[in-house]
C-alpha cells in the first residue's frame, strides 16, 4: 500500500508564531485551492506568499508537494527541507518528506524522515504505518511488523495498516499471522478488494485452494479490472487441474495489464500443459522482454525449448535459469547457479 497521499496531509506540529493575518488569509485559500485540485492557483498563491516572505514554512512546505506531484523531486525535497530548517518541529513536512523519499525508492532517506516525524509525535499512528512501508521495502522485514503494529495499538481501526502487516507475514510465509491481519482488515472495510485478493494467496500457501477461489473471485466482483485477482484466480485454477480455465484468467489479467510479467510466465506454463509449445514459448519470451532476470521464466523456456528439439537454446536458458548441477566425484553434487566455479 502506498503511504497517505502528500497533498492530504494536514499542517500539523508547527511550533512558531502566526504569520500575518493577510498571509494566513492567502495560505488558507491556496490549501482550498489545492485540496480541491486546482494546483496551479494554489502554486501562485504560494509563490506570491514566498516573494514577500521567502522563509514562510507552510507556503515553502505546500509549494514542495505540488513540485513532487510534478515530478520536480529536487524541487521537492529542497523546498520541504528549506520549511523544516524554520520550523523544525513541522510534523507534515517530515511526513511528507519521507513521503518523496519513498516515492524515489531512497528508502533510508524515508526511514529517516519518518522517524523524525514519530520523535515529534510518538502515537502518530501514520508515521509509524508509513516508516513500516519504507523499513518493508528495504527489506527490514521483521522492523516492518514492529512499526505496523505500533501503528495499529495507536489506531486499530486502519484497515490499510491490517492489510500491510498481513503482506510482510506473508512475505516471511507466516501464513496463520497473514490470514488473521488481512481477516482483521477485511471485518473494519469488507469491500477491500486488495485484502480479499491477499487472503487468498494466504489461504492458497496453506492448502486451501478452495478457499483462496472463493477469495479471489469476491476480489474480482468487488474489483473487475484487478489484474492481479485475475491472475492469482488463474494459478489456484491451474492448482485444481483446471488448465484450460487457469490461461483465460491469465488471458484477462493480461488484457488488464499487458506488462505483467508474472501472467506472461503463467501463461506459459498453462500453455506448456497444453502441449502447445510455440505458443508457451512466446510467452516465456514475452516474460523475460518485460522482466529479464525472471529466473523461472528462462529455465521453463529452455525446458520448452528442449521439447521442440531446439537443444543449443534449450540448454542456455534452462542453464541461465535454473542453474546446472554439476557432478565431481571429489565433492559430490555443486549447485551451479550460473557463476564460475
Known sequence: MSPKDPKDSQETGISQAQPPIAIQDELSLAMQHQSAGRIGEAERIYRQILAIEPNQPVALHRFGVIAHMASKSDLAIQLINEAISHAPEYLSAHCNLGHVFLDLGKFDDAIASYRQAIALKPDHAR????????????????????SYKRSINFDPADSNTHCNLGNVHLEKEQLDAAI?????????????????????????????????????????????????????????????????????????????????????????????????????????????????????????????????????????????????????????????????A
Open 180 to 340: 488473521a491481519s488481512y481477516r482483521r482488515a477485511l471485518a473494519i472495510r469488507p469491500d477491500f478488494a486488495q485484502a480479499h485478493c491477499n487472503l487468498g494467496s494466504a489461504l492458497k500457501n496453506q492448502g486451501l485452494v478452495d478457499e483462496a477461489i472463493v477469495c479471489y473471485e469476491q476480489a474480482i466482483a468487488l474489483k473487475p479490472d484487478y489484474a492481479d485477482a485475475h491472475n492469482n484466480l488463474g494459478t489456484a485454477l491451474q492448482k485444481l487441474g483446471h488448465v484450460i480455465e487457469a490461461a483465460s484468467k491469465y488471458r484477462h489479467a493480461l488484457s488488464l495489464r499487458a506488462n505483467f510479467a508474472d501472467a506472461h510466465c503463467n501463461l506459459g506454463s498453462a500453455l506448456w500443459s497444453l502441449r502447445k509449445l510455440e505458443e508457451a514459448a512466446a510467452s516465456y519470451r514475452m516474460a523475460l522482454d518485460i522482466n529479464p532476470s525472471m529466473n523461472e521464466a528462462a529455465g521453463s523456456l529452455g525446458s520448452v525449448l528442449l521439447s521442440m528439439g531446439k537443444t543449443k537454446e534449450g540448454l542456455e536458458m534452462e542453464t541461465s535459469g535454473f542453474g546446472v548441477i554439476n557432478f565431481d566425484i571429489r565433492k559430490g553434487v555443486d549447485y551451479n547457479f550460473g557463476n564460475s
Open 127 to 146: 508515521s509509524h504505518a508509513n516508516l513500516g512501508i519504507a523499513l518493508r521495502n528495504s527489506g527490514h522485514l521483521d522492523e516492518a511488523i514492529a
